[in-house]
T-cell receptor, first 113, second 115 residues
Framework: AQTVTQSQPEMSVQEAETVTLSCTYDTSENNYYLFWYKQPPSRQMILVIRQEAYKQQNATENRFSVNFQKAAKSFSLKISDSQLGDTAMYFCAFGTSYDKVIFGPGTSLSVIP | NAGVTQTPKFQVLKTGQSMTLQCAQDMNHNSMYWYRQDPGMGLRLIYYSASEGTTDKGEVPNGYNVSRLNKREFSLRLESAAPSQTSVYFC??????????????FGPGTRLTVL
């Protein structure tokens, strides 16, 4: 069975510092996609970043970047220059097709002023 | 362009009551999804619709039914609500191109409490 694990239920970081959220997954598929979604207190789910498994280059989106280690089945999210607005629940997700997206349990991130 | 909308935002039911959660998208997406979110468990797929006229079960379909009314609308029905269905429900949509995975766009969620 395909699973997504986020081993850090809660994390905190000082404003302007860097934080890394961990995610591991298990699959026998070779072609797949990995995602990080952000859910702020407003509850709205927002896609932060996406990585295609066939791409070796790590995805980046402004202050957000990933460290994708395919052999280790690891997909961590690094947030640089943390801002108060980054306070949210972060979900790692894995998908092999449009109907099979599996979400991890989430990591609650608090940015401290 | 409202994206994905859901109604209602909050609902309290008594055990055994029925209700329908409504979802609509204005992005001309082919695929639509219903998830439930429970603490410590992420989002779990209840049902999805790959295209108008089709629906399929997800990971946790028991106790639910869905209807893809047209391309825009995808409703979720609880025929006889149970306390175990207390959750936050999210509707999502995506372009649905099977050649590659599309980003899913989410609605604001419905918080449902079953007493």
């Amino acid at each position: 069975a395909q699973t997504v694990t986020q081993s850090q239920p809660e994390m905190s970081v000082q404003e302007a510092e860097t934080v890394t959220l961990s995610c591991t997954y298990d699959t026998s598929e070779n072609n797949y996609y990995l995602f990080w979604y952000k859910q702020p207190p407003s509850r709205q789910m927002i896609l932060v970043i996406r990585q295609e498994a066939y791409k070796q280059q790590n995805a980046t989106e402004n202050r957000f970047s990933v460290n994708f280690q395919k052999a280790a089945k690891s997909f961590s999210l690094k947030i640089s220059d943390s801002q108060l607005g980054d306070t949210a629940m972060y979900f790692c997700a894995f998908g092999t097709s449009y109907d099979k997206v599996i979400f991890g349990p989430g990591t609650s991130l608090s940015v401290i002023p | 362009n409202a994206g994905v909308t859901q109604t209602p935002k909050f609902q309290v039911l008594k055990t055994g009551q029925s209700m329908t959660l409504q979802c609509a998208q204005d992005m001309n997406h082919n695929s639509m999804y219903w998830y439930r979110q429970d603490p410590g468990m992420g989002l779990r797929l209840i049902y999805y619709s790959a295209s108008e006229g089709t629906t399929d079960k997800g990971e946790v379909p028991n106790g639910y039914n869905v209807s893809r009314l047209n391309k825009r609308e995808f409703s979720l029905r609880l025929e006889s609500a149970a306390p175990s269905q207390t959750s936050v429900y999210f509707c999502a949509s995506s372009e649905g191109d099977s050649d590659y995975y599309n980003e899913q766009f989410f609605g604001p969620g419905t918080r449902l409490t079953v007493l």
